[in-house]
């Protein structure tokens, strides 16, 4: 139950950071370019558009032949469900003021690293973008920032072409993430190498084993 409790507290920062980030109107992270210039284009809310966007990533990873797990799944539906939950009520401002859009992107950040410390650490398995990094890794043999750095290219440069916004905080996100990740992942003292993630089966398995073993206990 806490592995799970601190994947929808960490998939909810997550979420929150997103929100924050496009609120501060000075340029989107590169997967949101493309999840707000798919909503425009589309008329889909953001968080729904991110749902279908990881849906079809997941399936495309499938078909690469990796492995999925429960935190995959669940970072395709809960982030995209957190994010159009935070935006309904309209309290989190548009910023109008590029400094303060500067500083609610830093802080934007911020939320995302830990709220991925949280997730992660549950070892359920990557997210979808992740996966589909992994995947192409695995079959280019290509060094994984480089996978990543075309995987965000390709998304940023689609998003742009739909009408999602490219600017200053989109560089500033690119840079920054990895830099604020590892100081996150350096306080919590969290290597993220020694987690071994889990597939659904085998989560699956886990959890059978532990519910029969409560039910014979009792």
Not at 7 to 32: C, E, H, M, R, S
Not at 71 to 99: Q, V
Not at 101 to 112: E, K, S, T, V
Not at 142 to 165: D, I, N, S, Y
Request: overall charge positive; hydrophobic content about 55%.
């Amino acid at each position: 139950m806490v592995r799970i409790l601190n994947l929808i507290f960490g998939l909810f920062l997550f979420a929150l950071g997103i929100v924050i980030t496009i609120k501060a109107n000075v340029g989107y992270a590169p997967w949101d370019v493309f999840h707000v210039g798919l909503a425009i284009t589309t008329g889909l809310s953001i968080g729904v558009a991110g749902i279908v966007t990881g849906a079809v990533i997941v399936i495309i990873t499938i078909a690469l032949g990796e492995k999925l797990g429960l935190g995959t799944f669940a970072n395709m539906i809960m982030i995209g469900l957190f994010i159009d939950l935070i935006m309904w009520p309209d309290i989190i401002p548009t910023s109008n003021n590029f400094w303060v859009g500067i500083a609610m992107m830093l802080f934007g950040i911020i939320l995302i690293s830990v709220g991925s410390y949280f997730y992660i650490k549950t070892a359920f398995g990557t997210g979808p973008r992740d996966s589909l990094m992994i995947a192409i890794n695995r079959r280019t043999k290509m060094p994984v920032g480089v996978c990543r750095g075309l995987v965000e290219l390709m998304a940023t440069v689609g998003g742009w072409f739909l009408g999602g916004m490219v600017g200053v905080g989109t560089v500033i996100f690119v840079i920054g993430i990895g830099f604020c990740i590892q100081v996150v992942f350096a306080i919590f003292k969290f290597d993220a190498k020694s987690v071994k993630h889990e597939t659904l089966n085998e989560t699956y398995k886990s959890f059978k084993k532990k519910f029969n073993k409560k039910t014979s206990d009792s």
